[in-house]
């Protein structure tokens, strides 16, 4: 890829449509999100900002999003994961860590042994396609990539694909399963206690700030997540995030993703995609096999098996898993110890994965 493809997006072009661009874009995300809630797609939030930017910025009318509201959502977001890392998740892979282990290298092997084929076969380029394929929180994922050198726009591409499959996959199973995945009706606008609320607002926003100036990789968002998680298991805070702010920090985080693309990277993605689909589908499928293993070594149900062992969108599968007859601590165990795994160990596999690839050894990772 060309360095002018990597480049920041240009500053929009001073036309009569410039006043048109907002609007435009918070019609478009807000249709594209009511169509992907009534799929039941708990990434909808992000979504369908993300490709409502996409197709503005295809079409060069595409808003700048400025710097700090997005580091803001990043803080913000980064305390949303931390609210699900709870000491009872902690206990729970503690009383079974072999199996714990088990599951979540086979599940992270599986998944770096198609991003390095991707890497190989020269679908995307550099260390892209492993940080894709990465199973995780897409958002935390597509955030890193960035900070390792990879190209963020690809890599949301991949993650956020593997999200809306994964997610009409495990709706299916669960469904065949007897599980009732209609989604609730959310309440966005519910009274906030001060007390709690303030606290959480000055830790997600006051990290996410202060984590540029300590040139922490993906610090926006790794910091607020580890410190209010420290915080949290102390009990020292209670993670308080209204609806209306989490929904407001998933459009900023996708908006500021879908506005990099051009269009050279979306022809790019279109070009791959035949391949991206087969992969994320070969990885579906082993780990559906893996959850075979897990349902006879753990005496789990298969729903309660296929759920622990689907590869990223927790936060699909967490919703699934609590409108369904399913072990529910176990399910959200595996998937945070993979995520919390992935965070570790992702920067460092994906550099050592892109240099086993003949012309990548120098390639960032």
Not at 288 to 298: D, K, P, V, Y
Request: hydrophobic fraction near 60%; aromatic fraction near 6%.
């Amino acid at each position: 890829m060309s360095q002018a493809d990597q480049a920041p997006p240009p500053s929009p072009r001073v036309d009569g449509h410039v006043a048109l661009r907002w609007p435009a874009l918070l019609v478009l995300s807000a249709v594209l999100v009511i169509l992907l809630e009534a799929m039941h797609l708990s990434a909808a939030l992000l979504i369908g900002p993300m490709v409502a930017a996409i197709a503005l910025a295809a079409a060069g009318r595409a808003p700048r999003i400025p710097n700090v509201p997005f580091l803001a959502a990043q803080g913000v977001v980064g305390c949303m994961i931390a609210r699900s890392l709870t000491p009872s998740i902690a206990v729970e892979m503690a009383r079974g860590w072999p199996l714990f282990l088990a599951a979540v290298a086979s599940v992270i092997t599986a998944s770096a042994a198609l991003g390095w084929l991707l890497t190989r076969w020269r679908v995307l380029p550099g260390s892209t396609a492993i940080w894709g394929s990465f199973p995780g929180a897409a958002a935390t994922m597509s955030l890193m990539a960035e900070a390792f050198g990879a190209d963020i726009r690809l890599v949301a591409f991949m993650q956020y694909l593997r999200v809306l499959l994964v997610a009409l996959a495990a709706s299916g199973v669960a469904r065949l399963g007897g599980g009732d995945t209609v989604a609730h009706a959310t309440t966005w606008f519910t009274p906030v206690t001060p007390g709690p609320f303030a606290p959480t607002l000055a830790l997600a926003f006051g990290a996410a700030a202060l984590a540029p100036r300590l040139r922490i990789p993906a610090g926006p968002l790794l910091l607020p997540m580890v410190l209010s998680a420290v915080l949290q298991g102390f009990g020292w805070l209670t993670i308080t995030l209204p609806p209306w702010l989490l929904a407001a920090s998933y459009a900023l985080v996708g908006w500021s993703i879908g506005q990099r693309f051009t269009p050279t990277i979306l022809r790019h993605a279109l070009k791959a995609l035949p391949q991206v689909v087969g992969a994320i589908a070969a990885l579906i499928l082993v780990c559906g096999l893996l959850a075979l293993g897990l349902m006879r070594l753990a005496h789990v149900s298969a729903l309660t098996a296929y759920l622990a062992m689907s590869p990223g969108g927790a936060d699909s599968v967490a919703i699934i898993a609590a409108s369904s007859k399913v072990d529910v601590p176990l399910v959200m165990a595996l998937q945070s110890a993979r995520f919390v795994t992935v965070l570790l160990v992702g920067p460092a596999l994906a550099r050592l994965l892109a240099r086993r690839v003949p012309g990548e050894a120098d390639a960032p990772a």
